[in-house]
């Protein structure tokens, strides 16, 4: 299996689609959150020197990012393909993920993105913080996400489509029919 990178706005569904392609594909799946959660969890250098950034407010730098996912990587079972949710959201990142990738003689693989209209993704985001009382998931908050979205990681997608990597895949207001179409491609794209 070729490794993904699942893309899109906040609220688009890159969690849902990897936990349901991780479920089928039987891959790996990095997701950042997760990641920089469980380094700082466990106390590990890469925990500390990350913590003390978040801590202060400030982002982790790239290459600190790729030092942590490269040892999450190296701990995923080989040829099973990986997943990476969240990350890259830069052009400098992809290019960093891409170079420490090819130091393993793997490819970055593809880039499925996932198209949800905004008045969509605001409503889900709303209700998801009903469900899981998430704070930062106000009108507000959510407005200045999608603007640093727009800015700051959608131009990424210009930099996937010229490496020959970005599919996209359009809501039209069913999961099961954009999961279905996704599986589609990926079974396309494994044979």
Partial sequence: MKNIIIFGAPGSGKGTYSDEIVARYGMGHISTGDVLRGEIKQGSELGK????YI???QLIPDELMISILAKTYDEMPAGKGVIFDGFPRTIAQAEALKQM???RKHDMGVMIELIVDEETLMARLLNRAI???R????EETIKKRFAVYHSQTEPLAAWFEKEGMR???TWGGSKEA???EIF???DAENK
């Fill in 49 to 52: 020197i990350a913590k003390g």
């Fill in 55 to 57: 801590d202060n407010g």
């Fill in 101 to 103: 990738l090819a130091e």
């Fill in 131 to 133: 469900e899981q009382g």
């Fill in 135 to 138: 704070a930062d998931d106000n």
């Fill in 167 to 169: 599919h996209t895949f």
């Fill in 178 to 180: 954009m999961l279905g």
């Fill in 184 to 186: 589609a491609f990926l």
